[in-house]
């Protein structure tokens, strides 16, 4: 989002809850990546238009005023925002669905000690947050909307209890082309290893908004046996509910990352029934990820021939 401060940076965030683990990093990490995926439903990809890597500019400015790089974590549940202000004002932000409450929650800190919590919901495609800067002991809402690959956030301030606005700033966020904007490749990883979990658990409750959400228009899956099925074939089969899954996981997974384009190896494991006739197989599979205006996008995936048959495909 954007920081407190008059210069006009990004004030966005959810502070996050880390501090009550004991276990060195590494078994964390490990604690993470072994969880099953607990948000992919719709609810809590509302915000993922936000995920990229952002060159950030004043909307009526040429002169680009901080570069942002948003990214999934915690198995995709919450958006991590680094935001490096051009002025050296530095700060991130937390964000993060509270199904228990049905709102947004965002946090943002900064390394001035500043500190914003901001809540809101989705209010046709456009995310509003808001909540009180009681530094200045003002109302502040931030509007974030998606529009052609880009992301607009602007932000009002209230001194009278929200009777009335005024403008704070209005930045966008553009796909970033600069050479010091750079892309962690360990972030990249998590980021594909949470996503790909995702897409495995809409498969198994035949979630076909959020299987739309990530795969790209031009998918194609070729099976070990050779048939091939497109978006369009596996939406349609999700959306009929013939294939009923009691188990759709996947493990030893492997991300590798070259550039833009990505690639997941796992081991997936099958089980349940296609029309009424059961089938229990494990496929060892490669997923292909392409990063877009948009977000990584699957373009392509492919098969082996099943361990054990059951299964139509």
Known sequence: MILIDHSKISVVALLILMASSNLPSDRVFAAEVASGPQCAAATYRQF?????????????????????????????????????GADGHKGQSFTMYDAARNVWHQSWVTNRGELLEIEGRVDAGVMILSGEDHTRHT?????????????????????????????????????????MSPRPVADDKMTIAALDSQYQLAVKENNA?????ILADDFILVTGSGKTYSKSDLLAEARSGR??????????????????????????????????????????????????????????GQSSLPASKGSPQ
């Open 209 to 213: 908004a959020t299987m739309d959400r």
């Open 243 to 300: 294939v009923q899954y009691g188990r759709q996981d996947d493990t030893d997974q492997t991300v590798r990352i070259w550039g833009d384009t990505a690639v997941i190896t796992a081991l997936l494991t099958e089980k349940g029934t296609d029309d009424g006739k059961p089938f229990d197989k494990t496929v060892w599979f490669s997923d292909t990820y392409r990063r877009t205006r948009e977000g990584w996008r699957y373009v392509f």
């Open 48 to 84: 993922d238009f936000w995920a990229g890597d952002w060159d950030v500019f004043d909307v009526d400015s040429p002169s680009q005023v901080a570069h942002a790089k948003v990214d999934l974590i915690l198995d995709g549940c919450v958006l991590r925002e680094d935001y490096q």
């Open 139 to 179: 109302l502040v809402r931030g509007w974030w909307k998606p529009v052609n690959g880009e992301v607009r956030e602007t932000a009002a301030t209230s001194t009278d209890n929200g009777k009335t606005w005024k403008p704070w700033f209005d930045l966008v966020f553009r796909p970033t082309t600069s050479a």
